[in-house]
């Protein structure tokens, strides 16, 4: 429980920091990167940076969408056939973000256990 709460955090914090100066791909940074230091096992080493970064880009959507309304999320959402749900648009895009975050968690934690092996 305690290796999930450390990379529930590490995760977290590594997408805020790298968001703030790189593209969206940081969140995919920061998942390797906690999954190369933290190493879970088996369905843990995906599900707990997808939630991390799902939380992250949900709360980050509606910080940015309020600011004007939800009037662009608005739109996207009707250009996305989602009726013009706000909401559904939000946990839509934290679901990108969260699958992008978790396999690249996957990949750190692989990265790890590989170069673990070799020595």
């Known amino acids: 429980m305690k290796k999930i709460i450390e ?37 843990a080493a995906f599900f707990v940076p997808f939630l991390a970064i799902s939380l ?17 999320a608005s739109k996207i959402a009707t250009l996305l056939k989602l009726n013009g749900n706000v909401v559904l648009l939000l946990i839509v895009t934290g679901i990108v973000g969260g699958l992008a975050g978790g396999i690249s968690a996957l990949l750190g934690n692989s990265i790890s256990a590989v170069l673990a092996k070799e020595k």
Request: charged residues 5%; positive net charge; aromatic residues 14%.
């Open 7 to 43: 990379s529930l955090i590490l995760t977290t914090v590594l997408a805020i920091v790298l968001s703030a100066f790189l593209p969206w791909w940081a969140i995919m940074v920061a998942g390797l990167l906690s999954g190369a230091i933290v190493r879970l096992r088996n369905v």
């Open 56 to 72: 992250f880009w949900i709360v980050y959507a509606y910080m940015l969408s309020s600011a004007n309304d939800f009037t662009l």
